[in-house]
């Protein structure tokens, strides 16, 4: 039997780049084919061509051996294509069983029919969700599950997954690949982008790898090991056990002291804060996102203002400070949202690596200007066509580099890092964990809040666990804590 799905010689413009160049990938009934790759490889750009969210500039789609055209995502759903992405397309104030229905794109006469057949989905996928939930009261692995519901309900029949377990527990990574299982039982073919290759070698029955907008290669479940993939993607070794030297934790940064704080919507996101993090120290802060980890970040860097409690830094109370102030003080901020916090997207690259460095004083000069974005691009490998273009014509992984490689440039005292690795390739992964430990090893305290708990063993020196708000203990860095973080991680703190 021929594939499911067949794209041959795709091309890809964008202004100044080749994005793609003759790419050919295909897909089965039945399998989990990985595309891997560095960012900006054009793996992201393949799968908007085929949800119809790009045009491309040359190739062709043949779908169940047809040659079809996409045009916008509601043709790819009515084909059974359908897409969940890194940023999340649901409808906060909506229920469920009204997300489904709008995916439909189609008037449905009567709600209950929708959701016993959610239900049904749901207890069939092992899904766990509440048809009548209010979105907003989900959380991020909640909300996910929704997306997956609304292809499901669909009946797609090619799933396109985007780093589906970057915001994932290890228990709900667990229940989604036993989702993914049944998918491809029930004759589905999956697409599965991540750049956590144990989690690809775990899931795939093939991998594509692409690198510069053309295919490396592709290999077969036992043809491949994790050097050899990340080989593919950055051609060199990489190395995946990073070395680090014995913490030599010194005077004390911050101090968090009771600190409460309300979310976005007026409702208790921080429920009494206490943690220190101490010069030459990494302090792992790991949780599922949505528990309050944003919002500790932001009370601290001074965007969100503080209900009740204390924020000491070098034991100056900084509670009532500007950003500005802590900026200069030697705060340093690599949020999650790379494009609408960290980023102002219609600035340059170059404006975006400079915005929070007030001792530059050759702003005028264009040529030192250009001299000096030249050596950070290299520094940290951030792929650009042009750096006086707008920023967010980066791919996402590269933006973050932009974020990343302008927070360390300001030489900080202390470093809040938001998920700093989310979206990077192994190579990138690998520089900005040198980066983070060599700035521990100088003296400087970290701040380290990620839902990855390999992230978390590989650079913390102590961890603490936060949910809804509160931080429910501390662990030993220790891999064989795995399962005990991720409980407390959900919220079973007597482990």
């Known amino acids: 039997m021929g594939p499911l799905l067949v794209m041959k010689n795709i091309v890809k413009r964008f202004p100044g780049i080749l994005a793609l160049n003759k790419v050919n990938f ?23 061509i085929l949800y119809g969210l ?68 749901s207890e069939e996928y092992e899904l766990r969700i509440d048809p009548n939930a209010r979105i907003w009261q989900m959380s991020v692995g909640e909300r996910q599950r929704v997306e997956i519901l609304k292809l499901l309900y669909t009946n797609a029949k090619v799933v396109i997954l985007d780093e ?21 039982k029930n004759g589905a073919g999956v697409v599965f982008i991540s750049h956590k290759l144990k989690e690809v070698m775990e899931i795939s029955d093939r991998v594509t790898v692409l690198k510069n ?29 990073i070395e680090r030297k014995p913490a030599n934790p010194r005077r004390e940064v911050l101090r968090v002291e009771n600190v409460r704080a309300l979310n976005d919507k007026g409702f208790t996101a921080l429920n009494g804060i206490n943690l220190k993090v101490r010069e030459g120290e990494i302090l792992g802060v790991a949780g599922v996102a949505g528990n309050g980890q944003r919002e500790l970040a932001e009370v601290i860097t001074g965007l969100r203002e503080v209900s009740s409690g204390r924020i000491i830094f070098y034991d100056e109370d900084i509670t009532r400070e500007s950003v500005s102030k802590r900026i200069s003080l030697g705060i340093s901020y690599i949020p999650q ?14 404006e975006n690596l400079f915005l929070k460095d007030k001792k530059r004083v050759f702003w005028f000069d264009r040529r030192k200007i250009l001299d000096t974005v030249k050596t950070l691009i290299e520094k940290y490998s951030i792929i650009t066509p042009d750096p006086l273009k707008p920023v967010k014509l980066l791919s996402g992984g590269n933006i973050q580099k932009v974020v990343v490689a ?27 964990y040198r980066s983070l430990l060599e700035a521990r090893d100088r003296g400087v305290a970290i701040l380290l809040l990620a839902g990855d ?25 220790d891999p064989s804590n795995l399962e005990k973080i991720g409980l407390m991680m959900a919220g079973v703190v007597n482990v």
């Not at 295909?26 to 908007?48: P, S």
């Not at 949202?337 to 170059?350: F, G, H, Q, W, Y």
């Open 26 to 48: 295909d897909l089965f009934e039945g399998e989990v084919h990985a595309l891997l790759g560095e960012n900006g490889a054009g793996k992201t750009t393949l799968m908007n």
């Open 54 to 121: 790009y045009r491309m500039d040359e190739g062709e789609i043949f779908y169940r051996g047809e040659k079809v055209k996409i045009h916008s995502p509601s043709q790819a759903l009515a084909l059974g294509i359908g897409m969940v992405q890194q940023h999340f397309t649901l409808i906060p104030s909506f229920t469920v069983a009204e997300n489904v229905m709008l995916s439909t794109r189609r008037f449905e006469r009567n709600i209950n029919d929708v959701i016993d057949r959610i239900r049904k989905i």
């Open 164 to 184: 589906p377990t970057a915001v994932l527990t290890p228990q709900e990574t667990k229940a989604l690949f036993r989702a993914i299982r049944l998918m491809i």
């Open 213 to 241: 907008g053309e295919i490396v290669g592709t290999l077969k479940k036992g043809e491949y090991s994790e050097k050899k993939l990340a080989r593919m993607m950055v051609g060199r070794n990489v190395v995946f056990q």
């Open 337 to 350: 949202d790379r494009k609408e916090i960290a980023t102002c997207p219609n600035l340059s690259v170059a």
């Open 406 to 432: 302008r927070e360390f440039e300001l030489h900080p005292k202390l470093i809040i890092a938001e998920h700093p690795t989310r979206g990077l390739d192994v190579a990138s992964m690998e520089f900005v």
């Open 453 to 477: 708990l390999d992230e978390i063993f590989t650079l913390s020196d102590r961890v603490v666990v936060i949910y809804e708000g509160r931080i429910v203990g501390e662990v030993e860095p």
